[in-house]
């Protein structure tokens, strides 16, 4: 969900994490008329972060170069500065901006692709994480000083020749992503735990930041952190539990246990692998009527009432949406058949047997031990996410654990304690054409050996888990800052360890 509406923001991945890789790229601007500026494409060239790459010193090149220092350093007289300057008419420009360097790191170039006097189009590379690459296209007026007049930035495979991050044994990655952990608390953009683990053996693991920024309560292994969507994991399993004793069918429509909800169309429509494939059509929850009723919204049912008449997006089967409201109707499924509640299903079904003792969903006022506090940015500050948090976290996302609990529930997967191999092979497994979501679980085809897991995403938390069954590793990061601070540091050490 995103929480301003420019195309630079929105080009960029969604902050609710999966949901990121089914957004839809922005048309590169069309350039502006150059006007009476007849200066030529190849004049004097500027410097900026690459000994190889360099920005003409045209209107368009000159506004790139200077969003790109001021985006950098990150500063607020330097980010006021350049939005007073160049984005007038954009109220949010330095809160877009600040959005921008929080989940890239900042912006390097690496080269440029289209030059003319107005508009600019090059190539960027993000500063943390895997160094993911971008398109850079800035059109600007004839003025002066020269006004934005459309901007945006698109995610791009790695160009052709880009360096790419080296392959490290298993000591070096240890010594090089505590490092890059350091680094990162230091700089304040992660506070939270991490843990890497082969065959359930912890390699390397610890703390930083703190928990409780009011009370000076630091964060440690046995601190609890908010999970946001990965609650969908306990989800699917439950659920595919169901389909292997045979009470459900992945084929069920949800009409045939729910007979009186509210929409026929999507009762009769929607079947149980839509809902666990994000392919049913449900839509989302997060919106106005959520911010309008959060805390009223206290059971699985409360959001059928709120959200049940609505019809669906599209044909279920056709498309691949990620929805919230999806999940939660997997969990009225469970209830409805089970005859249990939601929370007691999986704390028996899920957490018992996977031997986690500090995984829940309490509601929020409700005092958890170790339950740590998740803190969002508010421009140069960190504010507490507690507007934003539901009543109770739900079968869609919302719950919390620690870096322990999780690690079991990843043994219990390998070890087939929970599904099937048959089933948990089928869950693990690209349900649509966008071949990266199988039921419940997100998927890194990209790397062979395979990895499945899922991360989390909100104001105020981040998270994830991947789990690699070729080689019994088991990575899991868990931070109480937005995202993507934990997730980064997941995707760091994703594209350094060896795999075999």
């Known amino acids: 969900m995103t929480r301003f509406a420019d195309p630079i923001h929105d080009a960029m991945p969604s902050v609710d994490g999966h949901a990121a ?24 060239l500027l410097p900026l972060s690459s000994a190889h790459a360099q920005l003409p010193s045209t209107p368009a090149g000159m506004v790139l170069a200077s969003y790109l220092d001021a985006l950098n350093a990150g500063t607020r007289d330097k980010l006021e500065a350049f939005a007073k300057t160049h984005r007038p008419d954009r109220p949010t420009a330095v809160d877009i901006m600040l959005d921008l360097r929080w989940r890239t790191g900042g912006l390097e170039l690496h080269a440029v692709e289209h030059s003319e006097p107005l508009t600019i189009q090059a190539v960027v590379r993000e500063r943390e994480g895997t160094g993911t690459y971008n398109r850079m296209s800035i059109t600007v007026n004839d003025g002066n000083p020269a006004l934005i007049t459309a901007i945006s930035l698109v995610r791009i495979p790695p160009p052709a020749g880009a360096p790419v991050p080296a392959r490290l044994d298993q000591r070096a990655a240890v010594a090089a992503w505590e490092a890059e952990i350091n ?13 890497w683990a082969r065959n359930g053996t912890v390699i390397t693991s610890g703390a930083r930041g ?69 392919t049913g059509g449900t839509g989302n929850i997060f919106g106005p009527d959520f911010d309008a009723h959060r805390l009223e919204l206290r059971t699985l049912q409360d959001y059928v009432t709120l959200y049940g008449a609505r019809d669906l997006l599209f044909e279920p089967g056709t498309k691949w949406d990620y929805s919230n409201y999806g999940f939660v109707l997997l969990g009225v499924l469970i209830e409805k058949i089970t005859g249990s509640s939601y929370y007691d299903y999986v704390a028996q079904h899920v957490f018992k047997v996977a031997g986690m003792t500090s995984t829940g969903s309490e509601p929020e006022d409700v005092a958890v031990p170790n339950r740590s506090k998740g803190y969002m940015r508010d421009q140069f500050a960190f504010v507490s996410n507690e507007p934003t948090l539901p009543w109770r976290g739900t079968s869609a996302g919302g719950g919390y654990t620690t870096a322990a ?14 599904l099937k191999a048959a089933t948990l092979a089928e869950a693990t497994r690209p349900q649509f054409a966008t071949g990266d979501y199988g039921f419940g679980f997100q998927l890194d085809l990209a790397l062979e050996p395979r990895a499945y897991g899922h991360s989390g995403a909100a104001p105020g938390m981040s998270a994830i888990l991947r789990v690699y069954p070729a080689s019994g590793y088991s990575v899991i990061v868990l931070g109480n800052l937005d995202s993507p601070s934990a997730a980064r540091l997941g995707d760091w050490l994703h594209a350094r360890m060896q795999l075999r």
Do not use: C
């Open 21 to 44: 890789r089914a957004a839809a790229a922005h048309r590169s601007p069309r350039p502006t008329a150059i006007g009476r500026f007849l200066v030529a494409t190849m004049a004097l």
């Open 183 to 195: 680094r990162a608390a230091s700089a304040g953009t992660f506070s939270g735990v991490w843990l």
């Open 210 to 278: 703190l928990a409780d920024r009011e009370r000076g309560i630091a964060n440690t292994m046995d601190t609890r952190f908010r999970i946001g969507s990965m609650n969908k994991m306990f989800t699917a399993v439950a659920t595919l539990q169901l389909v292997e004793r045979g009470l459900l069918s992945l084929d069920d429509p949800i009409g045939k246990f729910l007979p009186d909800y509210p929409n026929a169309n999507v009762a009769s429509k929607v079947k149980v692998r839509h809902l666990l494939s994000h």
């Open 405 to 418: 609990d999780l690690l079991k529930f990843a043994e219990a997967l390998r070890s087939n304690r929970l």
